[in-house]
């Protein structure tokens, strides 16, 4: 079971063009308990070349059930390929939460993959999980590291 979100769907202006269509999709598990879900990303580029990123459900979220994707923007805007942050919307079962995902460019496989190890710090931040102000965060992070 594939859900697409078309609402969400986002191009990057890069040549050759490329377009990221968030999904949705059930993962295999026990029959007798409640549905787990996993989201990604289908990237599709300008000559029809598509890969599937598991964005949430897989590493540090594989515990989490991805109920849907509330954001999808880029993390700055310097560089050809930018990072990528996505805001779940997360349950356990017992409570729902919003959890940032980060993507990065990997220049040597041409195609973007977690970045867990900052994904993770975001989450550790005190702050309301928006484009904007995890844009700020890693922005003020950035400039610490100099």
């Given amino acids: 079971e594939l859900e697409i979100d078309r609402k969400q769907i986002m191009s990057l202006s890069v040549s050759p063009a490329l ?3 968030p999904v949705r999709f059930s993962k295999n598990g026990d029959a007798a308990g409640p549905p787990f ?6 990237t599709v580029n300008g000559t029809g070349k598509t890969h599937l990123i598991v964005t949430f459900g897989t590493d540090w979220t594989e515990a989490e059930s991805c109920v849907s994707l509330s954001a999808i923007g ?7 390929y930018p990072a990528l942050v996505l805001i779940y919307q997360a349950t356990t079962g017992h409570e729902s939460f919003p959890e940032p995902v980060l993507l990065k460019w990997n220049s040597a496989s041409g195609i973007y993959e977690l970045d867990a190890e900052r994904s ?9 999980y928006t484009i904007p102000n995890i844009r700020r965060l890693l922005a003020k992070n950035a400039a610490e590291r100099k």
């Fill in 19 to 21: 377009t990221l269509v």
């Fill in 120 to 128: 993770q710090w975001i989450t550790t931040q005190q702050l309301p």
């Fill in 74 to 80: 880029t993390a700055e805007s310097k560089s050809k």
């Fill in 37 to 42: 879900h996993q989201c990604g990303l289908a």
